[in-house]
């Protein structure tokens, strides 16, 4: 099944516990998800504090159209806890814990130079559907998923 293919994707690549509007959760959290979108940004930078409403009002139109089509993971490059918290309570998604390891894991896999950088994955086989979900977004707005999801 999807789900069980995902969590073996979801173990290798993204871990499963994430923080989220109510508290850290472990597991469930991409369950029957059809895409991932992990967003790497910052607080302290300037273009990602532009980029981050824009996606966040995309994510809540895309979520209207498709409930399930994506789920965004936030990995955060900010310098210490309390920046982490704010900066998220801005965010409707779900993180990677602040400080966590897998922030540079994903960065490597992902050759992340610069934030903010926004990859788009399929959730059952983790292969890059998006490297430039950032371009996808400001250009086509929440009508991007559909082009993600024709890529599944």
């Known amino acids: 099944s999807t ?4 969590g073996i994707m979801a173990a ?3 871990g499963t516990n994430f923080v989220t509007k109510g508290g850290v ?3 469930g959290v991409l369950d029957g998800k059809k895409l991932v979108g992990i967003y790497f940004s910052a607080h302290w930078c300037p273009p990602c504090r532009g980029f981050t409403p824009v996606l966040a009002h995309a994510y809540n139109d895309m979520k209207e159209i ?3 089509g994506i789920e ?3 990995v955060s490059s900010d310098q210490n806890q309390a920046q982490f918290d704010q900066y998220y309570g801005e965010m409707p998604w779900v993180a990677v814990p602040f400080g966590d390891g897998r922030k540079a894991s994903l960065g490597q896999k992902f050759g992340v130079s610069g934030i903010p ?3 788009v994955v399929n959730a059952a086989t983790g292969e ?3 490297t430039n979900g950032r371009g996808d977004v ?3 707005g929440p009508a991007a998923l559909q082009g993600w999801l024709n890529q599944l």
């Open 3 to 6: 789900q069980s293919t995902w």
């Open 12 to 14: 290798e690549f993204l």
């Open 25 to 27: 959760q472990d597991g």
């Open 66 to 68: 498709d409930a399930d």
């Open 72 to 74: 965004i993971v936030f």
């Open 117 to 119: 950088m926004f990859v």
């Open 128 to 130: 890059v559907v998006s």
């Open 138 to 140: 400001a250009s086509q």
